[in-house]
């Protein structure tokens, strides 16, 4: 559902005949499914209109203006208003919006993220490292994993607050339908503040689930509703940013899917991570000769620093995607029942 971009006047409207079309498919996403048909039904030149005497004209329609054009309509131009419901609550409509949003927010916000999630990736892949080097003998290395583990908490810190900069700039990316500004810097202190608190959660969730694979899908799933309720937290409170994720927790068909999605976005990126590497050496040995014995076994699978890289790297590649998923995610299921991203929406309408 689009707010009209013109208040007034007469707007020529796009006639299909019920009859013509072998089917109709549901909405997915943001474009409509309906406005890809066949050319003969896209091509049609005039018809005629009688109803009860009203207009009994020939319309001139553009030529296949609903094939080649996924923004014309009533107004004959993209939509200029703020963008409220796309697409019915499911996995695919969530996936295809939020290519749409990272796409408006990708320049500088998409930046933003990575820029404040690959100091903690790496020091968690270090800190990963580390204790598996030692073993059982990680008490007598209580100095160096405890500075490890410093650095890394003080990375997580700033990587919350990169994922809520992006959080918010894909929450008004998608409700106004055009790129945020400089407003997206301003996250409230409540809602980050409860983030921090939501994330280390799943953070803790994670580590202490890291060798069982249904504790890993629940903490990637509590991750991303922290993160798509975070602007939903009005007031400091544990039971209550708690309490919101129990509540869209509650579409777990939805955010089931939506976890196994990205893991298999998960392998793909830590291939295509592996095999850039590959790729790389290989020029350097086609084009440069030079000798590559040394890195041909840092860069390999044998290594398990560079198996813990890539795989920080693949997470990082695919992060703001996840993080406008549950956001798109949150929103859409708010419109279904509450209403309270409308409210959001028009409560900055009045402070602006």
């Given at each position: 559902m689009l707010e009209s971009p013109h208040a007034a006047g007469v707007r020529g409207l796009h006639v299909v005949r019920e009859a013509a079309l072998p089917g109709v498919r549901d909405a997915v996403g943001r474009h409509l499914a309906l406005r890809e048909m066949s050319g003969r039904?896209?091509?049609?030149?005039?018809?005629?209109?009688?109803?009860?005497?009203?207009?009994?004209?020939?319309?001139?329609?553009?030529?296949?203006?609903?094939?080649?054009?996924?923004?014309?309509?009533?107004?004959?131009?993209?939509?200029?208003?703020?963008v409220l419901i796309h697409a019915p609550l499911s996995t695919t409509s969530v996936l295809d919006e939020s290519t749409d949003v990272v796409s408006m927010v990708a320049s500088p916000w998409a930046a933003v993220v990575i820029a404040t999630s690959i100091p903690y990736r790496f020091l968690q892949a270090v800190f990963i490292d580390r204790l598996i080097e030692v073993g059982g003998d990680a008490t007598h290395y209580g100095t160096l994993l405890g500075t490890t583990a410093n650095l890394a908490i003080?990375?997580?810190?700033?990587?919350?607050?990169?994922?809520?900069?992006?959080?918010?700039?894909c929450r008004l990316a998608a409700s106004r339908g055009t790129p945020p500004?400089?407003?997206?810097?301003?996250?409230?202190?409540?809602?980050?503040?409860?983030?921090?608190?939501?994330?280390?959660?799943?953070?803790?969730?994670?580590?202490?689930?890291?060798?069982?694979?249904?504790g890993t899908l629940v903490a990637a799933i509590v991750g991303g509703l922290a993160i798509g309720t975070m602007e939903l937290n009005e007031?400091?409170?544990?039971?209550?940013?708690?309490?919101?994720?129990?509540?869209?927790?509650?579409?777990?068909?939805i955010?089931?899917?939506?976890?196994?999605v990205f893991a298999c976005a998960m392998v793909v990126a830590l291939i295509n991570v592996m095999a850039t590497f590959s790729f790389g050496m290989w020029l350097a040995d086609v084009f440069l000769g030079a000798d590559l014995s040394r890195w041909s076994?840092?860069?390999?699978?044998?290594?398990?620093?560079?198996?813990?890289?890539?795989?920080?790297?693949?997470?990082i590649a695919i992060e703001?995607?996840?993080?406008?998923?549950?956001?798109?995610?949150?929103?859409?299921?708010?419109?279904?029942?509450?209403?309270?991203?409308?409210?959001?929406?028009?409560?900055?309408?009045?402070?602006?």
């Open positions: 039904q896209a091509g049609i030149v005039e018809d005629r209109i009688a109803f009860r005497g009203l207009a009994v004209a020939a319309l001139l329609l553009t030529p296949s203006s609903l094939r080649q054009r996924a923004d014309d309509g009533v107004g004959r131009s993209a939509a200029l208003g703020s003080a990375a997580f810190v700033l990587a919350l607050w990169g994922r809520a900069v992006f959080a918010r700039a500004g400089g407003e997206a810097w301003r996250v409230s202190p409540v809602a980050l503040a409860s983030y921090i608190f939501t994330g280390t959660l799943a953070e803790l969730i994670f580590y202490a689930t890291f060798f069982s694979g249904i007031r400091a409170s544990v039971l209550g940013a708690m309490r919101l994720i129990g509540r869209y927790g509650r579409e777990l068909r955010v089931t899917a939506l976890a196994f076994v840092l860069f390999s699978g044998h290594n398990r620093r560079f198996v813990l890289a890539t795989i920080a790297g693949a997470w703001p995607f996840w993080i406008a998923a549950n956001v798109v995610l949150v929103r859409k299921a708010g419109a279904a029942e509450t209403g309270e991203d409308l409210r959001a929406w028009f409560e900055e309408v009045r402070q602006s």
